[in-house]
């Protein structure tokens, strides 16, 4: 009530009132209007519990209906009958056996006992006093709860200032500024969850109360107001709130049309709520998950009981707004709010750890319907093996659990074969970036592919492992869509030992793979030894993790003499098909053509 009372007192303050008298004339109004309703519900009880004798003949006439339903006696009469039956003859099974008759007891010279005293306890006379407190006993618990509820909502509007400051010494004294944010991000989203539930379950009990008005329900404000109400209680709020009106439809109605109205009305209002209204604008103010919902529900009713069941949603809002912003209780917002415990190059490396293509490959489907798969493989498969290379290079991943993330993500690969990639991966950007062409907008303007790169004309060569190789067969896979022909070859195959077997025929490009340049040492040696036998080739070497901000490596990667330098797939495939459409001019620089230094 505090939070929720807070901007009346502090719009109050705005207009000169002072503090005391604004936060007396709000927890007044507040109060008041609290027992206002409960006054109109009382009200309108009093009213139905007056009308309930006249409905005593339809709910006998219900109750006979549904006793014959079904023939020979109806299906409850003969349950009924079987379960008597079952009954006696367990009765008669554990009946106590009487005695069979004992031989008569030898006389005795003893006198018999004497009979047993008759003893009666009266209770003293009730004084005046011990009357007063029966009666007035539980009636004054409930208002000794609410004086004390008042006195605390008093004293915490009156000492909010000082409350925060506490709690900001408390927890962030050493950083004002996050705390200061915690507080703010708190308020605002309870007071935006508070408001939105207020105003959506008015406006439920509005609806409903007008409709059981239509339908002609007796007491259709009572049901209204007794629907809003409840819907704050989560999960079980609204069914214990449409018990009732049904419970009374049975009542009043000889027939059952009015139930069916009735439970009809609610289902439809129930859902449109429920699954549309209410995800919609309580995903926006919460910021909780699905699961969080139910586990803090849980929690906090087993805690507190029923008023830990109404207090569960602001209590876990709070929880969660703390872990987002106090690094102490980050678990917290991980564990309980929405967003998602890991990016998505994580999931992506958590699956190939795993082995899971297909879950890989279903994530991947998302993110596919708003962007092209060069995007996807860019900025979420190259990343996760980055996080893969920083495993190798600690030592964490041995032969056999880098060999089954290469399997692993060439399955991917081979998953996302059919996905059509759009004409911007690899046309567009070829016929917008070079040449003298460069003019030219979209694909319809772009010469043809020639006819000798439509064959094997590319050479994707994995720089030093598994994990470079897992990258170029999916440069190779862009290449295939592109209409260039491309395959892969490991790092052993162009080894010094096996340089010399390596087939040549057609090749026209090669573009080496590294998720890692490292100190561009192989990189520089590798390139020496395909001019050797590739003289008359093109070298593209792309480092896909390699920043083109990373100035302290430039002169390094410059001295590996690759005639071009790229950093995502994206640019390979646009620089291979310049080359493939004829577009580039036979240089022997280096240009290092990564999308931050285009220009």
Same mark, same amino acid.
């Given at each position: 009530?505090?939070?929720?009372?807070?901007?009346?007192?502090?719009?109050?303050?705005?207009?000169?009132?002072?503090?005391?008298?604004?936060?007396?004339?709000?927890?007044?109004?507040?109060?008041?209007?609290?027992?206002?309703?409960?006054?109109?519900?009382?009200?309108?009880?009093?009213?139905?519990?007056?009308?309930?004798?006249?409905?005593?003949?339809?709910?006998?006439?219900?109750?006979?209906?549904?006793?014959?339903?079904?023939?020979?006696?109806?299906?409850?009469?003969?349950?009924?009958?079987?379960?008597?039956?079952?009954?006696?003859?367990?009765?008669?099974?554990?009946?106590?056996?009487?005695?069979?008759?004992?031989?008569?007891?030898?006389?005795?010279?003893?006198?018999?006992?004497?009979?047993?005293?008759?003893?009666?306890?009266?209770?003293?006379?009730?004084?005046?006093?011990?009357?007063?407190?029966?009666?007035?006993?539980?009636?004054?618990?409930?208002?000794?709860?609410?004086?004390?509820?008042?006195?605390?909502?008093?004293?915490?509007?009156?000492?909010?200032?000082?409350?925060?400051?506490?709690?900001?010494?408390?927890?962030?004294?050493?950083?004002?500024?996050?705390?200061?944010?915690?507080?703010?991000?708190?308020?605002?989203?309870?007071?935006?969850?508070?408001?939105?539930?207020?105003?959506?379950?008015?406006?439920?009990?509005?609806?409903?109360?007008?409709?059981?008005?239509?339908?002609?329900?007796?007491?259709?404000?009572?049901?209204?107001?007794?629907?809003?109400?409840?819907?704050?209680?989560?999960?079980?709020?609204?069914?214990?709130?449409?018990?009732?009106?049904?419970?009374?439809?049975?009542?009043?109605?000889?027939?059952?049309?009015?139930?069916?109205?009735?439970?009809?009305?609610?289902?439809?209002?129930?859902?449109?709520?429920?699954?549309?209204?209410?995800?919609?604008?309580?995903?926006?103010?919460?910021?909780?998950?699905?699961?969080?919902?139910?586990?803090?529900?849980?929690?906090?009713?087993?805690?507190?009981?029923?008023?830990?069941?109404?207090?569960?949603?602001?209590?876990?809002?709070?929880?969660?707004?703390?872990?987002?912003?106090?690094?102490?209780?980050?678990?917290?917002?991980?564990?309980?709010?929405?967003?998602?415990?890991?990016?998505?190059?994580?999931?992506?490396?958590?699956?190939?750890?795993?082995?899971?293509?297909?879950?890989?490959?279903?994530?991947?489907?998302?993110?596919?319907?708003? %962007?092209?798969?060069? +995007?996807?493989?860019?900025? *979420? &498969?190259? @990343?996760?093996? =980055?996080? $893969?290379? !920083?495993? #190798?290079?600690?030592?964490?991943?041995?032969?056999?659990?880098?060999?089954?993330?290469?399997?692993?993500?060439?399955?991917?690969?081979?998953?996302?074969?059919?996905?059509?990639?759009?004409?911007?991966?690899?046309?567009?950007?070829?016929?917008?970036?070079?040449?003298?062409?460069?003019? %030219?907008?979209?694909? +319809?303007?772009?010469?043809? *592919? &020639?006819? @000798?790169?439509? =064959?094997? $004309?590319? !050479?994707? #060569?994995?720089?030093?492992?598994?994990?470079?190789?897992?990258?170029?067969?999916?440069?190779?896979?862009?290449?295939?869509?592109?209409?260039?022909?491309?395959?892969?070859?490991?790092?052993?195959?162009?080894?010094?030992?096996?340089?010399?077997?390596?087939?040549?025929?057609?090749?026209?490009?090669?573009?080496?793979?590294?998720?890692?340049?490292?100190?561009?040492?192989?990189? =520089?040696?590798?390139?020496?030894?395909?001019?050797?036998?590739?003289?008359?080739?093109?070298?593209?070497?792309?480092?896909?993790?390699?920043?083109?901000?990373?100035?302290?490596?430039?002169?390094?990667?410059?001295?590996?003499?690759?005639?071009?330098?790229?950093?995502?797939?994206?640019?390979?495939?646009?620089?291979?098909?310049?080359?493939?459409?004829?577009?580039?001019?036979?240089?022997?620089?280096?240009?290092?053509?990564?999308?931050?230094?285009?220009?």
């Amino acid at each position: 009530m505090s939070f929720v009372l807070g901007p009346l007192v502090a719009g109050l303050r705005r207009t000169h009132l002072g503090r005391v008298p604004s936060v007396i004339a709000v927890v007044l109004l507040a109060f008041l209007a609290i027992v206002s309703l409960a006054t109109l519900i009382g009200t309108q009880l009093t009213e139905l519990a007056g009308q309930l004798p006249r409905y005593q003949y339809n709910i006998i006439q219900k109750i006979q209906s549904v006793k014959g339903l079904g023939a020979g006696g109806g299906v409850f009469s003969r349950t009924s009958e079987l379960l008597n039956q079952l009954g006696s003859e367990l009765a008669k099974s554990t009946a106590p056996v009487e005695p069979t008759a004992k031989p008569a007891a030898p006389k005795s010279n003893t006198p018999p006992a004497p009979p047993p005293l008759l003893v009666e306890i009266h209770e003293p006379a009730a004084t005046p006093i011990a009357i007063i407190l029966n009666v007035m006993g539980p009636l004054l618990q409930p208002f000794a709860k609410a004086g004390i509820v008042i006195v605390f909502v008093i004293f915490f509007l009156l000492q909010r200032e000082q409350l925060r400051d506490r709690f900001i010494r408390l927890v962030g004294a050493g950083d004002l500024r996050h705390t200061s944010e915690a507080l703010d991000d708190a308020f605002r989203r309870l007071g935006r969850y508070l408001l939105t539930q207020t105003v959506i379950n008015a406006t439920f009990g509005l609806i409903f109360g007008a409709g059981l008005w239509l339908i002609g329900l007796p007491n259709p404000i009572l049901w209204g107001a007794l629907v809003t109400l409840l819907r704050f209680v989560p999960y079980i709020g609204s069914a214990i709130a449409a018990f009732f009106p049904a419970a009374l439809a049975v009542a009043v109605d000889p027939g059952w049309s009015t139930l069916l109205w009735t439970a009809g009305l609610f289902l439809i209002v129930e859902t449109i709520t429920g699954q549309i209204i209410e995800p919609f604008y309580y995903g926006q103010s919460t910021g909780l998950s699905a699961v969080a919902v139910v586990v803090a529900t849980t929690f906090w009713t087993w805690l507190w009981g029923p008023i830990g069941l109404l207090l569960s949603m602001p209590l876990t809002l709070c929880l969660v707004v703390l872990g987002r912003h106090v690094a102490a209780l980050e678990f917290l917002d991980i564990l309980l709010g929405d967003e998602p415990a890991l990016a998505a190059e994580e999931k992506f490396y958590q699956r190939m750890l795993a082995g899971d293509s297909s879950e890989a490959a279903y994530q991947a489907e998302a993110f596919l319907k708003l %962007n092209p798969l060069s +995007a996807y493989y860019d900025e *979420i &498969a190259i @990343e996760g093996l =980055r996080l $893969a290379q !920083l495993d #190798v290079n600690r030592g964490e991943l041995d032969h056999d659990r880098r060999v089954l993330i290469k399997d692993t993500v060439d399955a991917v690969v081979d998953d996302l074969s059919d996905h059509a990639s759009p004409p911007a991966d690899t046309d567009q950007d070829a016929a917008g970036d070079g040449g003298e062409d460069g003019g %030219n907008d979209g694909a +319809a303007a772009s010469p043809a *592919i &020639a006819a @000798e790169w439509k =064959r094997c $004309a590319v !050479l994707c #060569v994995a720089g030093r492992g598994s994990l470079d190789e897992a990258v170029a067969g999916m440069l190779v896979q862009l290449l295939t869509k592109a209409g260039i022909g491309a395959r892969v070859v490991p790092n052993t195959a162009v080894s010094t030992t096996n340089l010399a077997q390596l087939d040549a025929t057609g090749i026209r490009m090669v573009c080496l793979s590294y998720l890692e340049p490292g100190d561009f040492t192989n990189a =520089r040696y590798l390139v020496r030894r395909l001019r050797r036998r590739l003289p008359d080739a093109r070298i593209v070497a792309g480092f896909w993790t390699w920043s083109a901000a990373d100035a302290h490596g430039r002169e390094a990667l410059e001295n590996t003499t690759a005639d071009e330098v790229v950093t995502s797939l994206q640019r390979a495939v646009a620089v291979i098909s310049e080359a493939a459409k004829g577009l580039v001019r036979r240089e022997q620089t280096v240009r290092i053509a990564a999308p931050e230094t285009a220009d």
